[in-house]
DNA sequence: CAGTGGTCTAGACCACACC
DNA sequence: GTGTGGTCTAGACCACTGT
């Protein structure tokens, strides 16, 4: 993107309360993805950029400096700052978690199968970061996509820290949940491994006993860095992987 | 840390080709962890602790945000810049990928299986961008730890990257390869699935047959966004899992 | 209100890559 | 050399949080 034509594809709003460099962000990821600044592009120097686009360097590079973390652009000292030709990009730009299922054509549901406040195993106050037999509230759904099911979800969580309520976990994601009860989720911690299915597992999951299933334990953090769940997650593993980008490998 | 005396445990060399804020966030990174910097302290303000520390703000601020984006510190307009008080911090720090066998008392090796430039699979070729049955390294191993086998790694490399070397395959990771070779790591997309073992493969990691193992499928690209290689794994899961730290779930 | 982090600017110098 | 991104500075204004 030589000639300057960008600066109309590209415009900011100095009056947004949306700050210009995520709004610059924004804008030259769409660009891209839509092909207006075509793969192997060599973007202006930022300098000259910065000029064109009406914003200081040190703005314009916090833009780029996104992009570039996603792996949308490369930039390289003494040679400029390319538009990167990979066809698959698209899973690079976030981690997703598990809840991909909302993907293409999948019709997710939830089924609530218990919701109850009981003292915390000894493994989970462990996780959790409270005394023994504190109570929790233990979350235990099954998961169905396109009808069947697909995983079993086992979920701990401090008591207290948001509503039980099983209509809104049928029809929510519990991240859904925690985000309406101000809780910002930070950070996680998880393994992922694989057994072979119990008869009770098989049974609630349509599954031959003994068939692989795929484990995932997991603690999230919030903003302030308490533990807010602790996860033991079941998939069936014919039906379902998960599926991570990673960054900086 | 309101005392100022903060500014002898974090001290930085400005003739260091190192920048000051990586001096920065590694300085307060270990001050933390070795609890010089206690959990729940609250940090001066930006202005007030760039000064004590004798760089500007935008310097500190970046030194900062690496440690938010870490995890270690949570920042609060109107409130301040607190030191996170979990306990289980280490996990969040990187994402790891799969050598986590170094780890504590595993003894790690590697068998190389086959070593051979083969024309591309289709799948291989379509997922490494290139034409049909195109030449590619061919590199099969076994992983063992502690003696026993843990893993059957089964990877496609673009053929002329690496210099096929059995010595080396056997002592050093694949990646140290790529480093050695000038090769840059950027990004990567992996799934993580589930499967019983078949005969064959049981009998290779020791496992009855048709125990459920863990199926790591990854592309690896390189930082002009190249795809360098293309992964199947096959980890034994009794004895394995992968351990994943996410950010921003 | 006062204090905090969040954003933005204009300019400077440096290290590296290619000619 | 020349051009590029990488780093750093000094200062300004704003938005939010608590009192």
Known sequence: MTRGGLARAVAVD??????????????????????????????????????????SRPTLRRALEELAHKGLIVRRRGQGTHVVPTRVRRSLTTISLHDDLVRAGQRPATRVLSLDVVPAPDVVAD??????RAPVLRIERLRLAGGSPVAK?????????????????????????????????????????????????ARLLLEEPGAALLTVTRQTYDDRGRVVEYASHLYAASRYTVELGLLNG
């Open 14 to 55: 100095r009056s947004s309360p949306v700050p210009l460099y995520f709004q610059l962000a924004q804008a030259l990821e769409a660009a891209i993805a839509s092909g207006a600044i075509p793969a192997r592009t060599r973007l202006d120097n930022e300098v000259a950029l910065a000029g064109e686009l009406g914003v």
């Open 127 to 132: 996780r959790l970061g409270l005394v023994a």
């Open 153 to 201: 979800l086992l979920n701990y969580l401090p008591d207290g820290l948001v509503e039980p309520d099983v209509a809104r976990l049928e029809t929510e994601s519990l991240y859904q949940l925690y985000r309406a009860a101000g809780v910002v989720l930070h950070a996680a911690w998880q393994a992922v491994g694989a057994r072979s299915a119990t008869a009770e597992e």
